[in-house]
């Protein structure tokens, strides 16, 4: 006679695997009961044209996220004292603003506008690196602060005004298509390679995630933590100047405010792609599939006229939802 008592205490309950599943694919449940819910009320949500323009709209936010989620593998995912970049959209705003004046105003070619754009994205990359490795500010303090100043310095180079650009190049990424795929999103798709191949196939971007995953076992077997976390800040710095070129396209041009959006899709965009993972951990190919959700939610709403004060309203709920999930996740591991 088989009595509870007999039964081990380790056994798993059907409520723990629940609660498990729910910690794991939570936030990937609630993202596809709203976009069911948004195909529902609009018959032209998973049309084509919306399709292709959330696609369009997806770009800026994935590769901001590339940014995000480098340094989140670095750090460790532990949404407060791991590895945080909140500045990555600031300085594709403060680059985005450097090329459209260097092309509009100061009559620049390409080339060189784009190097200045890149050049200033990555020195805010290598701020962070310092602040975060050198002085020892935690990196969501330290990103915090960087955002705010990078916000500023972007607010008195364009006097808080847009810039409208025309240049070709722009023109091509943004209206251009290559076997019927726009170029942005070419470019998010390019990007998302090389972000894929340096952080998930490459020796140092296997060191990277040792280093995220268990610092003390990482410095015991040889690897060096402070420099290849200040590289992922780096990184985040390059992922802000490709990101730029993708919002001029999207905007043509520069405009004030951009960076405030961007930084709640990329960190929903970031942190939803972990559900996409076996391991529920952040990825390169979480953060694009992750903003190509966020960009057809905010276009579904959109059509179905959800004003856009509650539009970020629910980002806000979104985000507590998947940063909640990821800490949990954390604490479980």
Partial sequence: MTSAATIP??????WARVRQFLIRRGPLLVFALLLAYLAWQSPVFLGAWNIQASLTQAAP????????VAVVMGGGDDVVAGGIDLSVPAGAALATAILSDQLTNAGASFGWAMLLAAGAALTVGVVNAILVTRIGLTSLLATLATLTSVVGITRVLTSNRRINVDDPVVLMVRDGQVLGIP????????AGAAFTFL????AFGMRVQAVGGNREAATTSGIRPRPHIAMTFIIAGAAAAVASLALVARGSGSSPG???????DMLLAGFLGAAFS?????????????????????N???LIQVDNSWILGLKGVLILIVVSAAALQSRTR
């Fill in 278 to 298: 076996p391991r529920n951990v952040v990825t390169i190919p979480g953060a694009m599939l992750g903003a190509i959700f966020v960009a057809l939610l905010s």
């Fill in 258 to 264: 951009v960076e405030d959006l961007l930084v709640v």
């Fill in 9 to 14: 205490d380790s056994a798993p309950r059907p």
């Fill in 183 to 190: 170029n942005s999103v070419w470019l998010m798709l390019v």
């Fill in 61 to 68: 936010i994935a590769i901001c996220a590339f940014g995000l």
């Fill in 199 to 202: 952080m998930h196939q490459t």
């Fill in 300 to 302: 579904g709403l959109i």
